[in-house]
């Protein structure tokens, strides 16, 4: 199985901020890399995917980067509502697709 | 306005079964594949199955093969999780998920299933 590692597990922050959160995949899965946000309560929604194109509907604010083995989560200018846990998750290998362990965004 | 309704969750004694259901409306079901995703409470996301939009394929994480099976039913806009010889460690959210890549671009809300001792 391919392991996704996000670093850091929590972060905190203030509205107006500008985070970074970052995922290592144990092998290249080249750009095959998505982020999903997830608030308290709420299923996960897709904001990245192919590692840096933005879902319909998700604000410019956030972005994502990287290829191979390393990639990022970038939101400028947080906003109450993004305080929430990030993932991401691998589709190079679907058996099994697999998840990084979350980042806490906390105010 | 895209839905999916999971439906079947509960509290479950330890190596019984269960089925689940998920309804679709808002999107073209049989276009798309279908996965239920899992989260146990206070834990992160963990992908258990997927059956392909026209069913032909499914497969599954290696900690369920043998115990749950995936189908679905495109005339009925429906997925279904059958579930056996359920573990303690099978205790979680299970969300229905869509996707028409290989990410996962629709959820539903989940149903939440405990296998009590």
């Known amino acids: 199985d391919i392991q996704m590692t996000q670093s850091p597990s929590s972060l905190s922050a203030s509205v107006g901020d500008r985070v970074t959160i970052t995922c290592r995949a144990s092998?290249?899965?080249?750009?095959?890399l998505n982020w999903y946000q997830q608030r308290p309560g709420r299923a996960p929604k897709l904001l990245i995917y192919?590692?840096?194109s933005l879902q319909g509907g998700v604000p410019p604010r956030f972005s994502g980067s990287g290829s191979g083995t390393d990639f990022t989560l970038t939101i400028n200018s947080l906003e109450p509502d993004d305080f929430a846990t990030y993932y991401c998750?691998?589709?190079?290998?679907?058996?099994?697709?697999?998840f990084g362990q979350g980042t806490m965004l906390e105010i | 306005q895209v839905q999916l309704v999971e439906s079947g969750g509960g509290v479950v004694q330890f190596g019984r079964s269960l089925r689940l259901s998920c309804v679709a409306s808002?999107?073209?079901?049989?276009?798309?594949?279908m996965h239920w995703i899992r989260q146990a409470p206070g834990k992160g996301l963990e992908w258990v199955t997927v059956?392909?939009?026209?069913?032909?394929?499914?497969h599954s994480r290696d900690s369920v093969k043998g115990r749950f099976t995936i189908t679905r039913d495109n005339s009925k806009n429906t997925l279904y999780l059958q579930m056996n010889s359920l573990r303690a460690d099978d205790s979680a959210v299970y969300y229905c998920?869509?996707?028409?890549?290989?990410?996962?671009?629709?959820w539903g809300r989940g149903t939440l299933v405990t296998v009590s001792s």
């Open positions: 998920v869509g996707s028409s890549n290989n990410y996962f671009d629709y």
């Open positions: 808002g999107f073209t079901f049989s276009g798309y594949a």
């Open positions: 059956i392909s939009h026209d069913a032909s394929y499914s």
């Open positions: 092998q290249n899965i080249a750009n095959s």
């Open positions: 192919a590692a840096s």
């Open positions: 998750q691998q589709d190079y290998s679907p058996q099994p697709y697999t």
